[in-house]
């Protein structure tokens, strides 16, 4: 979900403008900040490593959108990484009282702010309700849907295998048997190594 800024947004609240590099590091995970994040250009990701160095990815941050809320509000460790995967990103930095200064000033605002955090929330409910209840291949699928929004047309799913896995829990082996055994069942088509769902 897309929060557009009002025009005196950045103004009101003092944010602070910077710009980072792929593979950069924005947030630690068990760290704390006093800074909300919001996401005015490139793409990031948030995701965990086991103890083996294994990543599960949770999701891409996309542009117009705040990340890594909840910790901040609550003014708490965070459960995971953010970083960068684009060539470039850049980042508005809020402090976490003026965020919330500007929430209650902006009621009509709050409002959207609000809802993006209850759709990453309905997100991870839904992720491990997929995790613990579906096979392999209802997994897979249901991360394909979220890109094509009720299309009927095939799209090319702009994930990796190693994403798909990622953000599945899946070996990426499993993930790769499970694609070639659904082309075969006609359930989506593979072009040029990519996949159309």
């Known amino acids: 979900m897309i929060v557009e800024l009002e025009d005196n947004f950045a103004a009101e ?16 995970e068990g760290a704390r900040s006093p800074n909300f994040f919001y996401l005015l250009k490139g793409e990031v990701s948030v995701y ?24 901040v509000f609550l003014d708490i460790p965070f459960p995971g990484y953010v970083n960068v995967i684009s060539n470039k990103a850049e980042i508005l ?5 003026k965020l919330i200064e500007y929430l209650k000033n902006h009621p009509e605002w709050s409002i959207e702010f609000i809802k993006s955090m209850a759709e990453k929330s309905w997100r991870k409910s839904e992720l491990l309700n997929d995790i613990v209840f579906l096979n392999p291949e209802e997994r897979i699928i249901r991360q394909f849907e979220k890109f094509k929004k009720n299309s009927e047309e095939k799209i090319k799913i702009p994930l990796t295998r190693n ?3 990622r953000m599945t829990g899946l070996r990426i082996e499993t993930v790769i048997r499970a694609i070639k055994k659904m082309e075969r069942e006609k359930k989506l088509s593979i072009v040029k190594g990519k996949v159309y769902y």
């Open 163 to 165: 994403e798909v896995s």
């Open 13 to 28: 609240t003092e944010a602070v403008f910077t710009s980072c590099r792929k593979g950069e590091v924005i947030i630690e």
């Open 93 to 97: 930095m809020i402090k976490r009282e």
């Open 48 to 71: 965990n490593l086991t103890e083996d160095g294994k990543v599960f990815l949770h999701h891409k941050v996309q542009e117009k959108n705040f990340f890594a809320e909840p910790g």
